[in-house]
C-alpha cells in the first residue's frame, strides 16, 4: 500500500477541479436536458417520492419492472423513475448533482465519478448505512468494486451491476477453422486468428470504432495499456504520440480495418454484440457483461458454444477494466433515509436472487456481488464464464493501470474530471482513422494537442 498517499492526492488533486470543471460544464448539459426518454420525467415528485435516476439498460429496466415489491415493503414510499441512454443520463446527473439542483435523490453513477464527487461533498456516505444493516453485508462486494467506489475508507455509491473485460469467441468456428488460441494470448495472436477467420461476410473479429470515452476508448485504452503505453508521464507532459501508444493505435486500426467488421467506425458494444451472438463475427473483445447476450437463447445463435480468454496481453498482463454502474444519494436530496431504502433493495443479494427467481438467472446483474456466484441457478447457467469474469474483476487494478508511472488512476479512462470532453474528442480522431479519414500519425497529433491543453492546465498546479 505504499502508493496509497500518492494516489489519495492524485484523487483529491482531481478531484477538486472537478467542482469547477462540472459547474461550468453544467449550462452545456442542461441543453441536453430538456427532454426525457423513458420513464418518469426531469421534474420533483413531490410528496414522499424518490426520484430515482438511472441508465436505461436491460438489468436497470428489469429493477423497474420489480419495483412493486419495494412499494409493497415500503407503503409509506413512492418510486419515481428517470430512464435515460447512458449519454444522457451523464449529462443530467452531472448537471444536477454539481450544482445542488435536487432535482434526483438516487442517482446511478460510476467508479469513474464516485472519489471525485465524494471529495467535493456532493455525495452521502453510505458506509453508516451499511453498517447499520446486519443483512447487507458490503463486505460481499467484489473487492475492486468496493475499493473503487470508496472515498477515504467509505462507500459512496453501492454496485448494482460490475464488469471487467475479456475476450470472446465462437468455439465452433474457430474448431471448424482449426484455428486455437493459448490460455493467456497476446495482441498479435489474435491478430493472427482474426486473419485465419476472416471469410466472406464473416469477419475475425469485431471491436468498437464508435467515438466517445465511453465507446471506442474502452477497449483501446487497454489496448494503450497491454503494449506499455500511456496518456501522460508521471509530469503529466501528453505521450499520445509517444512510440508505445502509436504502436498500440496503429494495431488497434488496422486489424479493425483488415479483420474488422464492416462499418467498424460506427459500431459500438451493441452491434458487436449482435453480430457475434448471431455468428457473423469469429471474436469480439468487450465488456464481460455481454454473457446476458451470448448466453441468452432468445438473443444469441451461438449459446452454450461461447469461449472466453482473459484480455489480451504485451509489454503489460492482466489488462482487463474495471467498470460499476452503481447508485448513490446527492447531498442536496432532502430524502436521504427513503432513497438508502431503495439502493438497499436494489443492491441486496436478497434482491439478486428476487431477480433470479421472478425473471430467470439469465437476469441477473452480474459482476457485483461474490454471492452471486454461489446461488444454484446462476452457477448453472454461469458455468462457461463465472471463473473468466471473476479472475478479470479482481486482478483489475486502476491506482496501477500502465506499465510505467502516471499521474492518474482508472483503466479504461483516466479519473479526471476533463477526460469526458479529452476523451470524446480523442475518439473521434481514432474512429475517423478507422473510418479510412486520416491517418493513425494525424489522429494522435491532433490527440496530443488535446492532451497537451489539459496536462499545462495540471502542471499549473504543481
Not at 475492486?144 to 464488469?163: D, H, N, R, V, W
Not at 436472487?353 to 452480474?366: E, F, M, N, R, Y
Not at 463465472?386 to 483503466?411: C, E, F, H, R, W
Not at 479519473?415 to 491517418?439: H, K, N
Request: contains cysteine.
Amino acid at each position: 500500500m505504499a502508493d496509497g498517499p500518492k494516489v489519495t492526492r492524485r484523487i483529491g488533486r482531481a478531484s477538486r477541479r472537478a467542482r469547477t470543471y462540472a459547474v461550468s460544464m453544467a449550462a452545456a448539459f442542461a441543453l441536453v436536458a430538456t427532454g426525457c426518454s423513458g420513464a418518469g420525467s426531469f421534474t420533483d415528485g413531490g410528496g414522499d417520492s424518490v426520484t430515482v435516476a438511472m441508465v436505461s439498460n436491460s438489468q436497470m429496466q428489469d429493477a423497474v419492472q420489480l419495483s412493486s415489491q419495494f412499494e409493497q415493503q415500503n407503503p409509506g414510499i413512492k418510486l419515481k423513475f428517470v430512464t435515460l441512454s447512458e449519454n444522457e443520463a451523464r449529462a443530467k446527473i452531472t448537471a444536477s448533482v454539481s450544482t445542488g439542483g435536487g432535482e434526483f435523490d438516487v442517482v446511478m453513477i460510476s467508479n469513474y465519478e464516485t472519489p471525485m464527487w465524494a471529495e467535493n461533498g456532493w455525495l452521502v456516505n453510505l458506509s453508516p448505512y451499511m453498517d447499520a444493516d446486519p443483512t447487507y453485508d458490503s463486505d460481499d462486494f467484489i473487492p475492486t468494486l468496493k475499493s473503487a467506489l470508496s472515498y477515504q475508507g467509505s462507500m459512496y455509491s453501492a454496485p448494482f451491476y460490475g464488469e471487467s473485460s475479456f475476450l470472446m469467441y465462437n468455439k465452433k468456428m474457430f474448431a471448424d477453422a482449426g484455428v486455437s488460441l493459448p490460455a493467456n494470448p497476446t495482441w498479435p495472436q489474435v491478430r493472427d486468428a482474426a486473419a485465419a477467420l476472416t471469410r466472406g461476410d464473416v469477419s475475425g473479429i469485431c471491436l468498437r470504432g464508435k467515438p466517445g470515452w465511453g465507446e471506442l476508448l474502452a477497449p483501446l485504452d487497454t489496448v494503450i495499456n497491454a503494449f506499455g503505453g500511456r496518456w501522460y508521464d508521471e509530469d503529466w507532459n501528453a505521450q499520445l504520440t509517444s512510440p508505445e501508444v502509436e504502436a498500440a493505435v496503429k494495431f488497434y486500426v488496422d486489424t479493425v480495418r483488415k479483420y474488422g467488421e464492416p462499418g467498424a467506425a460506427s459500431s459500438g458494444f451493441q452491434e458487436c454484440g449482435n453480430l457475434l451472438s448471431q455468428g457473423q463475427t469469429a471474436m469480439w473483445y468487450d465488456a464481460t457483461s455481454a454473457v446476458s447476450v451470448l448466453e441468452s437463447p432468445d438473443t444469441s445463435t451461438i449459446a452454450g458454444d461461447v469461449g472466453y480468454l482473459p484480455a489480451p496481453s504485451m509489454a503489460k498482463s492482466d489488462n482487463g477494466w474495471l467498470y460499476t454502474w452503481s447508485l448513490g444519494i446527492p447531498t442536496s436530496s432532502t430524502k436521504r433515509d427513503d432513497a438508502w431504502k431503495f439502493i438497499d433493495w436494489m443492491t441486496n443479494r436478497d434482491y439478486i436472487k428476487h431477480v433470479s427467481d421472478t425473471l430467470g438467472a439469465t437476469h441477473i446483474p452480474p459482476g457485483s456481488r461474490m454471492s452471486t456466484y454461489q446461488l444454484p441457478a446462476y452457477q448453472a447457467i454461469s458455468k462457461p464464464f463465472a471463473d473468466a469474469t471473476l479472475s478479470a474483476m479482481t486482478t483489475a487494478n486502476q491506482l496501477k493501470p500502465t506499465l510505467q508511472p502516471v499521474p492518474y488512476t482508472g483503466i479504461q479512462f483516466l479519473a479526471i474530471p476533463e477526460f469526458q470532453d479529452l476523451g470524446t474528442r480523442v475518439s473521434q480522431q481514432i474512429s475517423a482513422a478507422i473510418a479510412g479519414q486520416i491517418s493513425v500519425e494525424d489522429a494522435l497529433a491532433q490527440s496530443q494537442k488535446y492532451a497537451e491543453q489539459v496536462g499545462k492546465t495540471y502542471q499549473k498546479e504543481r
